[in-house]
């Protein structure tokens, strides 16, 4: 049975901590292919609009041959659950649906929509760099989530790229080179939409 990854995010701009913990990931868990799902632009939030968002996405994962991107949730004029976007694609593929997460997102799963019905569908990934994230807390995190909802959730330590789309917003939009930090593509993107300006 194939194994697929699933990397949602808002990707706003996609950059290397997205695209390292999905390759890293990949291989430790000898997944078969991670899907990028951007969000689409929910109704009350400000953000770039969800078909640039799309595009950049589409642009730096182009040289992985593992890596493909899913316009589930960009097509959708709605807010998008994740529970929702599972179910869409178990009908569209067979396979094994493995949700990959920073370990910032493990803490804020239990307020996701139909979380219960979530962890039946798919296992969680959370890529964590131990020293940066007390394992008491995470423990006890786990646990929880186990005793509960009987979550299955691999931990998955990574290298920490500590880089966030928010900081990359903002040096963009004072001109700083983020370079080694976002693909090339995606940098020659930013600059011919002048994004974030
Ligand atoms: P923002 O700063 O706008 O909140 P972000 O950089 O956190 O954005 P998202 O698109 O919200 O990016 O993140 C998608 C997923 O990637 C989340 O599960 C998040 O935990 C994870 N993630 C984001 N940045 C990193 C990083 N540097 N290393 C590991 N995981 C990350």
Redesign the pocket.
Known sequence: MKKYGI??????P?????L??SEYIRVDMELDEIIFVP?GNPPHKKTTDASLRYEMVELAVQENEYFSISDIEVKNSDISYTVDTISNLEGKLDGKFYF???????FQLKTWKKIDLLFKKVEFIC?IRPEYVSTQILALELKYLKQKYDAKIHIIE?P??????????NRISKDKSVKYLIPDVVIDFIKEKELYK
């Open positions: 990397m949602g995010g808002t990707f706003n996609i950059h290397l901590g997205h390292m913990i969000t990959i997460i920073g370990s910032d997102t493990l890529a990574t920490l790229y500590e880089i966030s789309s928010t900081d990359l917003r």
